[in-house]
């Protein structure tokens, strides 16, 4: 069991060894997992009422985008799964690019990026629809060092606008 809140523009760090529950509870929370007992509210509210969820942002740990697919047409495809569309879907996948630095390579295949620029397109794909509370599953996970600091910029930037990161 456990219990915790995370405030309005704060960062929670989960930490602990191998098996130890971190990624067992971020799919609780994302609604992915049931868990045995107890509840879970996001401002003040069950993840299970209708719409709760679109408040979440999640960048699981192991890749969740399409390989097959260009860094823009992930980008759309995952603004269009969190309901955004026409104009406001363009202007966010516009945006995504320019924060990820992946700009210029946004109609190349995802599947020829380096691991730290496959976890920047990840990363943007899970926060395209503006949540207020960001879970990531070790974002940083085989990356070099570089790219592990452009992420943690990224996350930075995040945080700055007031974006919840666990």
């Known amino acids: 069991g456990m219990s915790f809140q995370v405030n309005v523009g704060e960062r929670l760090a989960l930490l602990g060894p191998n098996g130890a529950g971190k990624t067992t509870l971020i799919r609780t929370l994302c609604g992915r997992t049931r868990p045995d007992s107890g509840r879970i509210l996001l401002f003040g509210k069950s993840i299970r009422e209708p719409n709760v969820l679109q408040e979440l942002g999640v960048v699981p740990q192991e890749l969740a985008i399409y390989l097959d697919l260009t860094t823009r047409q992930n980008l759309e495809c995952f603004g269009k799964l969190h309901a955004l569309r026409g104009k406001q879907l363009k202007e966010r996948v516009n945006w ?65 606008i007031g974006t919840s990161i666990v």
Do not use: Y
């Open 96 to 160: 995504a690019l320019e924060w990820i630095g992946l700009a210029d390579r946004a109609n190349e295949l995802v599947k020829n990026f380096s691991g730290g620029m496959k976890r920047r397109v990840n990363i943007a794909c899970g926060v395209l629809h503006k949540p207020r509370i960001l879970l990531l599953d070790e974002p940083t996970v085989g990356v070099d060092p570089q790219s592990r600091q452009r992420i943690f910029d990224m996350l930075d930037e995040l945080h700055s």
